[in-house]
């Protein structure tokens, strides 16, 4: 049976659209959708991991070829030549669509995450092998700068992932660090972190930040916090609400997610992670990362 949605986690008029830009998608490894916990109005997202292993990856790449997706060319030849320009066995690579257009599946943005780095491989040759291969340029010596100064200002954290905005001019890229606490970053948020910690504080396991190599006048910084434990996923949704962060029914709705059953049978989709984003201007936010399986990313409906 395919997993389940929670209808208050993905409005049904919202499902359709999903539906429709599923069926434009490669075989996955692993796909989801991205929920927003507070306004019901808003779109939702759909990402997906196409491949972890090299012949899938070029598999993926030729997909990708095929699309009209001019800035993610050098990417797809990277993928169908020489293979992944990042540390396979550490590495998994997301695509992430904005389903807020019109068109049948719209340009993604591209999200490449690792745990650890390979062997014979310092950090800054992953990011400068990840950089070219994806832009298909070398990087510039202001990008090397702005990558110094983030990593100076938040010295405990290391490198987890690169991600570049290709729908967005200029095709802005994001740094990831993985950080053991949120007093870690207070060199990029300064006292904000305090809101960090006040949300996931004792309870996440794992830690993500990420924020614009190349900030504008008004940026955000984002924190994906990974939760292993029952009990951490009720606290933390219990603080969402009491924040002002998540409407009740859909706190409701996560802790179904977390539980991974459906009361009609079958199994609902799993909670990935959450993501706190943080402007430099106006209120916190919170979103939601539910994941089903390797299966065709179409096959998930509501109850």
């Given at each position: 049976?395919?997993?389940?949605l ?8 919202r ?19 991205e ?33 009209p ?8 030849r ?17 695509l ?13 943005s591209?999200f ?18 990840l ?8 990087w510039?010596a202001k ?21 570049f ?19 870690a ?13 006040a949300l ?28 292993w ?22 706190a409701r ?8 059953r459906?009361p009609s049978g079958?199994a ?6 959450v ?10 936010s ?5 994941a ?6 179409g ?5």
């Amino acid at each position: 049976m395919a997993p389940r949605l929670p209808p208050a986690l993905i409005p049904p008029d919202r499902l359709q659209r999903i539906e429709q830009a599923a069926q434009c998608l490669p075989e996955c490894y692993l796909a989801g959708l991205e929920c927003r916990l507070v306004d019901r109005n808003q779109p939702v997202d759909l990402w997906i991991c196409p491949a972890l292993d090299a012949e899938p990856l070029r598999r993926a790449g030729t997909w990708l070829a095929g699309m009209p997706w001019e800035p993610l060319r050098p990417l797809a030849r990277h993928l169908e030549g020489e293979g992944p320009p990042w540390p396979t066995h550490h590495g998994a690579w997301t695509l992430e669509f904005d389903l807020d257009t019109d068109e049948p599946l719209p340009m993604p943005s591209s999200f490449v995450t690792f745990g650890a780095s390979a062997e014979n491989q310092s950090p800054w040759q992953i990011l400068q092998h990840l950089w070219e291969g994806s832009r298909g340029r070398a990087w510039e010596a202001k990008d090397r700068a702005a990558l110094k100064n983030l990593l100076r200002r938040c010295p405990e954290g290391k490198l987890a992932g690169l991600g570049f905005l290709y729908p967005r001019t200029g095709s802005p890229a994001r740094l990831m660090l993985a950080v053991p606490n949120a007093k870690a970053l207070s060199g990029w948020l300064g006292r904000r972190h305090r809101q960090v910690e006040a949300l996931f504080g004792g309870l996440a396991e794992r830690l993500v930040a990420a924020t614009a190599i190349h900030p504008k006048t008004e940026s955000s910084i984002s924190i994906e916090a990974y939760l292993w434990q029952a009990e951490a996923w009720s606290e933390l949704a219990e603080r969402l609400v009491r924040m002002g962060l998540c409407l009740p029914d859909r706190a409701r709705a996560l802790l179904l997610l977390t539980e991974n059953r459906a009361p009609s049978g079958g199994a609902w989709c799993s909670l990935n992670h959450v993501k706190m984003a943080l402007p430099s201007k106006g209120k916190a936010s919170v979103k939601a990362y539910p994941a089903f399986g390797a299966e065709n990313p179409g096959g998930f409906k509501a109850p």
